[in-house]
């Protein structure tokens, strides 16, 4: 199957730092990707769809201002935690779509364990 | 009411069993079906992905569709430990958005 490939894998950083993860499709093109946070035992949460070139769309209650996506290529977007406070310390999933063939299948990175102190 | 709905479980079962676990949706507009399988701290994996109704067999693993009753099913033969995750049914109807299930706890025991 398809492989997305996200980094890093876990992350520990100071309160008020900033932290990059980057999602890339290794051998497909994405046009949408999306970002996930999840809890322990709990759920996938949808946090933005990040769309190549253009401005990603958050869920409601997710500050944009603080999640920075960027979308710069068909093989690469990146999520930005900025000013991270332990409260967003969680695990954070990102996935691609692969549409090639008429298909409409979604593939999962590894997700990153971010843990701020 | 929930797109899709998940039995969250857990669900333990023994080694050799047959497993099946079920979704069902509420939008009719909904036409690809996936099943992934997450382990802890990782990211889910896609084990199956079907976008017609009836049987698709991969393996140990057969999804099952009946778009008439808005109902989806993993089967997998004769379960492993290594099965023990949890599994998330996934549905989109194209449009770029993805419902997915809350997942179901499984445990196969040795």
């Known amino acids: 199957g398809a492989v997305v490939s996200q980094h890093p894998s876990w992350v520990i950083c100071k309160s008020g730092t900033s932290v990059k993860i980057e999602c890339r499709s290794l051998?497909?093109?994405?046009?949408?990707m999306f970002w996930y946070r999840q809890f322990p035992k709990q759920s996938l949460m949808l946090m933005a769809t990040s769309n190549e070139g253009s401005k990603a769309t958050y869920e409601q209650g997710v500050e944009k201002d603080k999640f920075l996506i960027n979308h710069a290529s068909l093989t690469l977007s990146t999520l930005t935690v900025t000013s991270a406070h332990p409260e967003d310390s969680s695990f954070y999933i990102c996935s691609a779509r692969d549409s090639g063939g008429g298909n409409e299948k979604l593939f999962f990175g590894s997700g990153t364990q971010l843990s701020v102190l | 009411q929930k797109e899709v709905e998940q039995d969250p479980g857990p669900l333990s079962v023994p080694e050799g069993a047959i497993v099946s676990l079920n979704c069902t949706y509420s939008?009719?507009?909904?036409?690809?079906f996936m099943w992934y399988r997450q382990y802890s701290r990782k990211g889910p994996e896609l084990l199956m992905y079907?976008?017609?109704?009836g049987n698709k067999e991969d393996g140990r693993f057969t999804a099952q569709v009946d778009k008439s009753s808005k109902y989806i099913s993993l089967f997998i033969r004769d379960s492993q430990p290594s099965d023990s995750a949890t599994y998330l049914c996934?549905?989109?109807?194209?449009?770029?958005?993805?419902?997915f299930g809350t997942g179901t706890r499984l445990k196969v025991l040795a």
């Open positions: 051998d497909f093109q994405a046009t949408t």
């Open positions: 996934g549905a989109t109807s194209g449009t770029y958005k993805y419902i």
């Open positions: 079907t976008y017609s109704s």
């Open positions: 939008n009719s507009a909904f036409q690809y």
